[in-house]
């Protein structure tokens, strides 16, 4: 195979010698070809390549280490989401994974950005030995012109190898698999794994760790531009219609997953898209449903009849996280350029299946910060015998696990620029009404497409508003082309005395959770917090 568009600096400039045939930086179609010819992946009858990830169908958590040096040693937000590993662990897991790359066939190299503003864009070259991951990566990352390509000098460098297997003991980590980034090194080691996904999370830690002492505020949020050139920023975790809900025909999409927010614009991090497929519907997501019958869309754990080909985006049986990697100009109204102007609304989706958050509500800059360290959304009874309640889901910063640095440096970076831009902010409830989770219903879509819609345009701010008791937030009382029955959340329940209780146990929670964040922020977050309603 001849490779194509190869940069002057080659990988011996970062020390790193093998005998692999080296395809760099191959185009949608090569990828394609080389995958099926390797027996990665088959196409399916509508033309996007349909790969399996084996056993990790998703991120592995506790598998992901920071080297702790002195480059990270204050820098970091130790914890859970931010585990150490000792730079003598690195540099031993460095040196296997180089042994590693000797003895390759074939390695497939991806030079790329992060970040669709020049300014604030990181250089990114990407080693895989799958050519599927190198097409995800090319995918998912922005694509540089071929001029740029020439004289590419990566700032960082990501190596991915499924094939690899860590040693514990030697390597400082918990099982065979290990993403391991090291910040002193500008190196991000990745292991034990087929999942795509861990590539790009990588590049947003990477950015997220990089760009607030710049000024510039690192966001996992999808973003979207309205016909008068209106900025929205749709900050959610997984499952409250960050992707869908930014997916508007009437309006131009950023992107739907990493952005930042610089003194002049929003700007994507990403050239693609990487979208849930499980139950997706022509009716409800069409721009993202066609995604799933062009060629260069990458599908993740999607099931694929063996004879015709035909794709079964409702069978869960190899991930309820089944995905697809697309360029985002598969979207027939993305941003050419990738970015647009700086915010004017701030939507904090949340799918709340406890049913006592409104559909729609207005914070202030205080209770923006406030709901942005809490990132609260609920996941549903799973099938778990004996699990009947709710779960509560406090992810800070709607994404935690890639939040590098102490939550409050985001917080405060954030709460400055809703200041400064007079950016309007909304908490959305994509969750339940009616009652919790197994009584109540979810919230119609109908419906929070018409409240999202009365909050861009600017006609909500114009709506009666009441407070909300329990958590102070501002509530539109009626809304035209809404039942006005499902912006007050008691009212929906039957029994008024168990939404009480039940919104007494989701404030406990809120403040139980904000306890951590209290020493870091002033007066005015505090007071943002719930309260337990009194009763009559």
Not at 374 to 383: E, K, L, Q
Not at 510 to 536: L, T
Request: charged share 25%; net charge negative; proline share 6%.
């Amino acid at each position: 195979m001849v490779s194509e568009r190869i940069p002057d600096a080659g990988l011996e400039r970062q020390g790193i010698e093998t005998r692999a045939d080296l395809h760099w930086n191959l185009t949608t179609a090569r990828l394609v070809e080389a995958a099926v010819a390797r027996g990665e992946g088959k196409l399916s009858a509508d033309g996007p390549l349909v790969v399996e990830t084996g056993p990790h169908t998703g991120r592995s958590v506790k598998d992901r280490f920071i080297v702790r040096d002195a480059e990270t040693e204050s820098t970091i937000w130790w914890g859970k989401s931010n585990q150490a590993m000792e730079p003598e662990h690195f540099a031993a897991l460095k040196a296997d994974f180089v042994k590693a790359l000797v003895d390759k066939e074939d390695l497939y190299v991806q030079d790329l950005f992060g970040g669709s503003q020049p300014e604030h864009r990181v250089r990114v070259r990407v080693i895989n030995e799958f050519a599927w991951h190198n097409l995800f990566i090319r995918t998912m990352l922005v694509r540089p012109e071929e001029y740029e390509l020439k004289g590419f000098e990566a700032d960082y460098t990501i190596i991915d190898l499924p094939s690899f297997r860590a040693d514990p003991d030697r390597h400082g980590c918990r099982s065979e698999t290990v993403i391991a980034v090291s910040f002193t090194e500008k190196l991000i080691l990745i292991g034990g794994t087929r999942y795509g996904g861990e590539m790009k999370k990588s590049v947003f830690s990477l950015l997220n760790y990089l760009l607030p002492p710049a000024g510039v505020m690192p966001m996992h949020c999808s973003a979207n531009i309205g016909p008068d050139g209106d900025t929205a920023v749709f900050f959610g975790l997984s499952g409250t219609g960050k992707t869908t809900l930014s997916a508007d025909a009437s309006r131009t999409l950023i992107g739907d997953d990493e952005h930042g927010w610089s003194d002049t614009a929003v700007f994507n991090f990403e050239g693609g898209c990487y979208a849930k497929m499980i139950r997706l519907s022509a009716d409800a997501e069409p721009e993202i449903f066609a995604t799933t019958k062009r060629f260069g869309t990458v599908l993740e754990n999607v099931v694929m009849d063996g004879v015709t080909r035909q794709l079964d985006l409702d069978d869960a049986s190899l991930a309820e996280n089944s995905r697809a990697a697309y360029p985002i100009d598969f979207i027939p109204n993305a941003s050419d350029a990738n970015l647009g102007p700086v915010p004017r609304n701030m939507i904090f989706l949340t799918a709340d299946a406890y049913g006592v958050l409104p559909p729609i509500a207005k914070l202030t800059p205080d209770q923006a910060m406030y709901h942005f360290l809490s990132g609260y959304t609920a996941r549903v009874a799973g099938t778990e015998i004996g699990v009947v309640e709710p779960d509560a889901t406090f992810s800070t910063c709607f994404g935690a696990p890639f939040m590098p640095r102490q939550p409050w440096v985001y917080g405060n970076l954030l709460k400055e620029r809703i200041a400064k831009g007079g950016v309007d902010c909304w908490l959305v409830n994509t969750g339940w009404t009616g009652g919790k989770y197994g009584t109540g219903h979810r919230m119609p879509i109908k419906a929070t497409r018409a409240l999202l819609a009365a909050a861009l345009d600017g006609s909500l701010n114009d709506a009666e508003f009441r407070t909300d008791p329990n958590f102070g937030f501002e509530v539109p009382v009626s809304v035209p082309g809404v039942d006005a029955t499902i912006l007050d959340p008691r009212e929906t329940w039957a029994d008024k005395g168990s939404y009480d209780d039940t919104a007494a146990r989701l404030v406990d929670q809120f403040v139980e959770n904000f306890a951590q964040f209290e020493p870091h922020v002033d007066e005015g977050v505090r007071q943002a917090a719930p309260v337990v309603m009194q009763p009559a």
